[in-house]
């Protein structure tokens, strides 16, 4: 079963911030995000395990609630490169990923 | 490294035509995993690979098969090709470590085909 991403899809301008959220009806032992450019492959940005582990690249960070089987990403002081569609993957430890619809963030100058 | 490669990049089947999208990695990853993409649409798994001689269906097989006989590729196979069947198709694979030890997956460059 796909998780749930919302929003859709958010419109930021440079410096601002957002949230996106991830959420599974399944227990969890990880959560996978990506970013994918339009006609590109998507590419990783983090892994988090069970535990509720934080993590953060650069000005992107992610949390993982494994109470309650939601991830959440953040992206802080957003940039123009940060456009992309954000897809998260879900896995109950089988090493088979479940992606949700994606959110499409664009960030304008 | 070339990573996870694939060809061909670019494909347009006739309805009832059949072909084989290639797939190899240079990682020496057990995990392969062949997904579709629809447009505007998530990725959704079609067929899985645990090691060379294993392989599994994911959530859409229908249409599709495989095999896997090298721990470096991976076809994927359309018998009797469909419209419902246009999509970009990623092929993808992941290392596993010692116990606990969970990694990314490596995706390609994708092939995008159309059947009309």
């Known amino acids: 079963q796909q998780p749930v991403q919302s929003p859709q899809a958010v419109i930021l301008r440079e410096g601002e911030d957002a949230v996106i959220n991830c959420s599974s009806s399944k227990a969890l032992y990880s959560v996978h995000w990506y970013r994918q450019k339009h006609g590109e492959a998507p590419v990783f940005l983090m892994i988090l395990l069970k535990g509720g582990e934080q993590k953060g690249h650069d000005k992107i960070s992610a949390s993982f609630n494994e109470k309650k089987q939601q991830s959440s990403l953040y992206l802080t002081a957003s940039q123009l490169s940060y456009s992309g569609t954000y897809f998260c993957?879900?896995?109950?430890?089988?090493?088979?990923?479940?992606f949700g619809a994606g959110t499409t963030v664009t960030v304008r100058a | 490294n070339a990573g996870v490669t694939q060809t061909p990049k670019f494909r347009i089947l006739k309805i009832g035509q059949s072909m084989t999208l290639q797939c190899a990695q240079d990682m020496n990853h057990n995990y392969m995993y062949w997904y579709r993409q629809d447009p505007g649409m998530g990725l959704k798994l079609i067929y899985y690979s645990v090691g060379a001689g294993i392989t599994d269906k994911g959530e859409v097989p229908n249409g599709y098969n495989v095999s896997r006989s090298t721990t470096e590729d991976f076809p994927l196979r359309l018998e009797l090709a469909a419209p419902s069947q246009t999509s970009v198709y990623f092929c993808?694979?992941?290392?596993?470590?010692?116990?606990?030890?969970?990694?990314?997956?490596?995706f390609g460059p994708g092939t995008r085909l159309t059947v009309t």
């Open positions: 993957g879900t896995e109950p430890g089988d090493y088979k990923l479940s």
């Open positions: 993808a694979s992941r290392g596993t470590g010692g116990s606990g030890e969970y990694y990314e997956q490596y």
